[in-house]
């Protein structure tokens, strides 16, 4: 199952200040359209059907179905960049 780390938590919260979103709300990480092997963050009040819900403190963030099993031994990292503009990136766990 995909990990967070601290600093992709930090990341996501900022992400969501000032969103319009729901208490509820995460991060969902699914393959890009007609770009096989490419995966997009966006925003998600809500898990789609199939989605695996990843929490961590107060923090969630939804998997699609179809990109669990690529996901399954990273960990989600964060760094720093322009307010509201972190750049995220995958690690494989040792």
């Known amino acids: 199952m995909l990990t967070l780390t601290d600093n992709a938590v930090v990341a996501i919260r900022d992400l969501m200040v000032g969103e319009e ?14 770009e096989a092997g490419t995966l997009e963050v966006s925003l998600a009040n809500t898990p789609q059907s199939g989605d695996q819900v990843v929490e961590k403190e107060d923090v969630r963030v939804f998997v699609a179905q179809d ?3 690529i996901l399954d031994d990273k960990s989600l990292d964060a760094q720093p960049g322009n307010p509201g503009q972190p ?6 766990r040792a």
Not at 87 to 92: I, P
């Open 21 to 34: 979103v729901s208490a509820d709300a995460g991060l969902r990480i699914s393959p890009k359209a007609d």
């Open 67 to 69: 990109a669990v099993q």
């Open 87 to 92: 750049a995220f990136r995958l690690d494989r």
